[in-house]
């Protein structure tokens, strides 16, 4: 398939991929995020499809599929937030205590609003790095940017976190 044939389908082949998504995970947020790695993915392969049939077929089974590993890393996530609130490093049978957890999900929230401040590509970077587990050569070639770049990016958005964190915790 060519390019001109992908961009033709392209909005309609999103919008399908958009929905399906959502049926399955339930979120407006999620299912935009989904169908852009769906439709990255599939630009990727753009030159191996044979017509619209073809590519309307894969893009539901990737977008099956990249639900499917977002519902799994929210139940790793929510695992992980889960341990957080149990006390990790504190003796069995711990949990935290109200003070702790409220003092948790503000951190989370302050972290979260400073991501938000971030440039969308170095965010982008950094989600696709930190909570999707890419590599760096996997995120070059699904942005279409080199390698050095997506390291640039990661780099700077690491820092203006840090920067932040450590203002954060002189106050």
Request: glycine share 2%.
């Given at each position: 398939?060519?390019?001109?044939?992908?961009?033709?389908?392209?909005?309609?082949?999103?919008?399908?991929?958009?929905?399906?998504?959502?049926?399955?995970?339930?979120?407006?947020?999620?299912?935009?995020?989904?169908?852009?790695?769906?439709?990255?993915?599939?630009?990727?392969?753009?030159?191996?499809?044979?017509?619209?049939?073809?590519?309307?077929?894969?893009?539901?089974?990737?977008?099956?599929?990249?639900?499917?590993?977002?519902?799994?890393?929210?139940?790793?996530?929510?695992?992980?937030?889960?341990?957080?609130?149990?006390?990790?490093?504190?003796?069995?049978?711990?949990?935290?205590?109200?003070s702790e957890n409220m003092e948790l999900e503000e951190e989370e929230r302050w972290l979260v609003q400073r991501m938000k401040k971030l440039?969308?590509?170095?965010?982008q970077v950094l989600r696709m790095r930190q909570m999707e587990m890419r590599s760096n050569e996997e995120i070059a070639r699904l942005l279409?940017?080199?390698?050095?770049?997506?390291?640039?990016?990661?780099?700077?958005?690491?820092?203006?976190?840090?920067?932040?964190?450590?203002?954060?915790?002189?106050?």
């Amino acid at each position: 398939m060519t390019q001109s044939e992908f961009e033709a389908i392209a909005l309609q082949l999103r919008k399908k991929v958009r929905a399906t998504i959502v049926r399955m995970l339930s979120s407006a947020d999620a299912a935009d995020d989904a169908a852009s790695d769906v439709m990255l993915r599939l630009w990727a392969l753009h030159d191996q499809l044979n017509d619209d049939s073809h590519a309307f077929k894969l893009a539901l089974v990737i977008a099956r599929n990249v639900s499917i590993d977002m519902a799994r890393r929210q139940k790793r996530s929510y695992a992980l937030f889960a341990d957080a609130e149990k006390g990790v490093g504190q003796p069995a049978g711990r949990w935290a205590s109200p003070s702790e957890n409220m003092e948790l999900e503000e951190e989370e929230r302050w972290l979260v609003q400073r991501m938000k401040k971030l440039p969308p590509r170095e965010l982008q970077v950094l989600r696709m790095r930190q909570m999707e587990m890419r590599s760096n050569e996997e995120i070059a070639r699904l942005l279409g940017i080199g390698e050095a770049s997506v390291c640039v990016m990661l780099s700077a958005a690491r820092k203006k976190l840090f920067n932040d964190i450590k203002r954060r915790n002189r106050q």
